[in-house]
């Protein structure tokens, strides 16, 4: 973009050097890139929704997909809250729900004493047609073995439409029906609880309501579900540096008025911490298929963003001194995605790891079986480099 291109597009080759998952696979990778300059995130949208659904239409196999143009945009912080993920499977019908208000105050002791620590929360996950115990009793050593103490249930069944379970005699039924009001239950239903700091805790409950959505065969899983992920958190607080730092992206543009961010104090921790970047992933049925954003172009402004998480204009400079001083002679405003057109195969071969869509994938540990690479390195090789390998302490 600084160079003059209006726009572009290339499938180009990536390398990865990160931890394999599913969905991940350490080398080479594929990914469908475009960029374009004087384009809003809405632009960016709108290019490449026709793209994907286009795609996965063709080759679905009669799955439906999410017309382009509808795409919803789920706020970070409200898929966090609904879905405990930032990455939700929208074929999961189930939604999280913030229940604390039916604790405060005593009842269920354990609860009470967590709500009592301010910023901590109870969230409910709801699970229609779960009302039995034994199904509550399978979710509960399923927690266990999650490396959880348990999961709190309530289940409502004939005889027991008060609520039934620990928690329910402990609040009683006028709390335990409440709560089954707000989630929209019914007697033969039951809800999971999970209670403490929702940043430490929302990810297990994102899978407890995956859990519960497969167990009782809840989820609509005949499409391809597409949404929007905007407004990521532009930072964080680092409990192991003590300080704010860049949260993910670092050179996307803050969603903040730029005048007001140029005066924005460093030690202003609430006000920086609240700041949104035009930063937005593509989901699609719980997998990320890219990650993209709105570039911040302006010296000025990325000085400032650095600053803010504690690094100095010198070492902006030192670090990215080639892209500052590009931008110095003017660049556009400019954005856009990559979808990975692996992670895309993935979904419509309708695998669950990618290594199945890869024609020689590495393992595990990023080694190539077929080739035996990595191979050893010898000692005269690390010698010319000046490299010295310090072992790890056995035992």
């Not at 009470?112 to 901590?120: E, M, P, R, T, V």
Request: proline residues 7%; charged residues 25%; negative net charge.
């Amino acid at each position: 973009m600084v160079a003059g291109f209006d726009k572009y597009f290339q499938i180009a080759p990536c390398f990865r050097d990160e931890d394999a998952r599913a969905d991940r696979s350490p080398g080479e990778f594929y990914q469908l890139d475009f960029e374009m300059s004087f384009v809003t995130q809405e632009d960016v949208f709108q290019a490449i929704e026709p793209v994907l659904a286009g795609v996965f239409e063709e080759f679905a196999n009669g799955k439906r997909v999410t017309k382009a143009g509808a795409f919803p945009r789920i706020p970070y912080a409200e898929s966090i809250a609904k879905y405990g993920s930032d990455k939700p499977d929208l074929r999961n019908p189930l939604v999280l729900a913030d229940v604390s208000e039916h604790f405060r105050g005593g009842g269920f002791g354990l609860f009470a004493k967590i709500l009592d620590k301010a910023g901590n929360a109870v969230w409910a996950v709801p699970a229609p047609s779960g009302g039995s115990r034994a199904f509550c009793d399978k979710m509960n050593s399923w927690a266990q073995s999650e490396g959880q103490p348990g999961l709190g249930y309530i289940f409502w069944r004939d005889g027991e439409e008060g609520g039934a379970g620990p928690i329910a005699k402990n609040i009683g039924p006028e709390k335990a029906n409440a709560i089954r009001d707000q989630l929209g239950l019914k007697v033969g239903d039951a809800a999971f609880f999970v209670a403490g700091d929702p940043k430490v805790f929302y990810k297990f409950a994102g899978l407890a309501r995956n859990k519960v959505a497969d167990e009782l065969n809840l989820a609509d899983k005949d499409q391809f579900a597409f949404c929007w992920i905007v407004d990521f958190p532009m930072y964080e607080w680092s409990e192991e540096e003590k300080k704010i730092d860049f949260s993910h992206n670092p050179f996307s543009m803050p969603n903040f008025d730029h005048e007001e961010f140029l005066k924005l104090d460093p030690a202003d921790r609430e006000t920086i911490e609240a700041i949104t970047a035009f930063q937005y992933d593509i989901v699609c049925n719980g997998v990320e298929l890219s990650s993209g954003a709105i570039r911040n172009h302006k010296p000025e402004i990325m000085i400032k963003a650095f600053d803010l998480a504690g690094y100095p204009q010198s070492v902006v400079e030192e670090k990215f001194g080639g892209m500052l001083n590009a931008f110095r002679f003017g660049a556009p405003p400019h954005g856009g995605s990559a979808p990975g057109v692996d992670r895309i195969v993935m979904l419509l071969a309708g695998v669950d790891n990618i290594r199945e869509v890869i024609v020689f994938p590495f393992n595990q540990q990023a080694q190539d079986l077929m080739m035996n690479a990595p191979g050893e390195v010898t000692p005269k090789q690390l010698k010319e480099l000046h490299i010295r390998v310090v072992e790890p302490p056995k035992g």
